[in-house]
Structures are given as structure tokens and as C-alpha cells.
């Protein structure tokens, strides 16, 4: 079966352009989880979302991040515009029924 | 609040001997723990779980982790290291709030297993 899939896996843009990160969760998951892993602040979870609803969006930096789950295959994180300081490796994580979380490959952001 | 505490940045153990990670929980229910990997440039992979039952939960990879309710611990073990177990580890509890599916990560352990 095809786990958590992101696009691109790498990606690297210079200060002030859009950057859309994608997922596609495991097919009949509906619990839907972005995270940010930096050296500085560890793992944190930005936006988190249940049958394409978000749920709670406390952890989302500032108003520059947006993401949205149009359908229950797909959803995408936006920073617009993008700073040096978003650079980071972003995980999407996805569940069906209870807390045990399956994670992407992740995409590696770089911002110049 | 719930929370969860890794209070080892990293550990350091020779190939072949036994290993220890550990972890301390706090919630005002009854927890849920998870542990997780990630090697390098992956994401996170799931080890193993403690819902409810015997204290002593096998995992992936031939770990274990061991429920102590009284010391409100969650270590995870393994008999005999290998080098290919060196890894960030991380230690996670169910949130207890309204949003039963997130969980709450600790830091991460960095396990360096040397040959």
C-alpha cells in the first residue's frame, strides 16, 4: 500500500516567493496532520485537520502560512511570501481512527 | 496539561550491548504512548504502542518498551544495539483534549550506536 505521499521532496526558493507543499494521506484516512521539524524547535504540529475540516490551527506561525484540505485525498501548505527563517523540513502525517500517526517522506524547504 | 519528556538529547552505546531511551509522561487519564524513529532524511516510522495490557509492548526492529504507571514511564529498550539503530527517537502521548488524534511529542533522543 502507498503511504503518506509529499511533493516535492526538496525545494528551494529565495525570499519572498510562494511555496506550495502538497500530501496526499493514505487513502481512507480522515485525520490529516502538517508538521514543521527544525533543529532549533524540534518537531511541531502547524495545522491539523479531521474529515477536510481544520481543527485546530494554533501551531501555524503567522498569517504568511495557509493550508487547506480541499477533498479527502489532497492538501497543501502555502507560505506566501516565504522567509529565510521558514526553512525547514514540513511532514504530513495522516490517520484513520484513533492517535497512531503515519508520516510522509517529508519536504525539505530551503528559502534564500 | 499533558505532556511528555525525553530527558536525553542523546545516548551513546557500544554495538552489542543493551540500550535504553527514555521517556516520562503526565496526563490526568490513562495514556496512550507511542514511540517513533527517524533515520536520517526520512520521516517519522512508527516503533510500537501502549494502549492498555501488559506493561511490556514489542515493537519494530526487535524494541520494547516498558509501562511503569507508578513512575509514569515509557523507556524503550532494545537487548543488543546495532549500528543501523542509530536514529532520532521520539517519545508521544495521545492528546487528551476534544482532538483525540493528535499527539504530543517529546524532543527526540538522538541514539548513536558506535562498532
Excluded at chain 1, 10 to 17: I, K, P, R, S
Excluded at chain 1, 59 to 76: C, I, L, Q, V
Excluded at chain 1, 81 to 108: I, K, M, N
Excluded at chain 2, 47 to 70: M, P, R
Aim: net charge neutral; with cysteine; proline share 7%.
Amino acid at each position: 500500500d502507498a503511504g503518506v505521499i509529499q511533493s516535492p521532496r526538496h525545494e528551494v526558493t529565495e525570499m519572498g516567493q510562494e511555496v506550495t507543499l502538497r500530501c496526499k494521506p493514505i487513502s481512507g484516512h480522515n485525520s490529516l496532520f502538517w508538521y514543521r521539524q527544525t533543529m532549533m524547535r524540534g518537531l511541531e504540529l502547524l495545522i491539523y485537520f479531521n474529515n477536510n475540516v481544520p481543527i485546530d490551527d494554533s501551531g501555524m506561525p503567522e498569517d504568511r502560512f495557509s493550508a487547506k484540505m480541499p477533498n479527502a485525498s489532497f492538501s497543501t501548505l502555502k507560505i506566501q511570501p516565504s522567509e529565510p527563517r521558514d526553512s525547514a523540513v514540513y511532514f504530513c502525517a495522516s490517520t484513520l481512527e484513533g492517535p497512531l500517526q503515519y508520516f510522509g517522506p517529508g519536504t525539505r524547504l530551503t528559502v534564500l | 496539561a499533558q505532556s511528555v519528556a525525553q530527558p536525553e538529547d542523546q545516548v551513546n552505546v557500544a554495538e552489542g550491548n543493551p540500550l535504553t531511551v527514555k521517556c516520562t509522561y503526565s496526563v490526568s487519564g490513562n495514556p496512550y504512548l507511542f514511540w517513533y524513529v527517524q533515520y536520517p532524511n526520512r520521516g517519522l516510522q512508527f516503533l510500537l504502542k501502549y494502549i492498555t495490557g501488559d506493561n511490556l509492548v514489542k515493537g519494530s526492529y526487535g524494541f520494547e518498551a516498558e509501562f511503569n504507571k507508578s513512575q509514569t514511564s515509557f523507556h524503550l529498550k532494545k537487548p543488543s544495539a546495532l549500528v543501523s539503530d542509530s536514529a532520532l527517537y521520539f517519545c508521544a502521548v495521545r492528546d487528551e483534549g476534544g482532538a483525540t488524534n493528535k499527539l504530543i511529542f517529546g524532543t527526540g533522543t538522538l541514539l548513536a550506536v558506535q562498532p
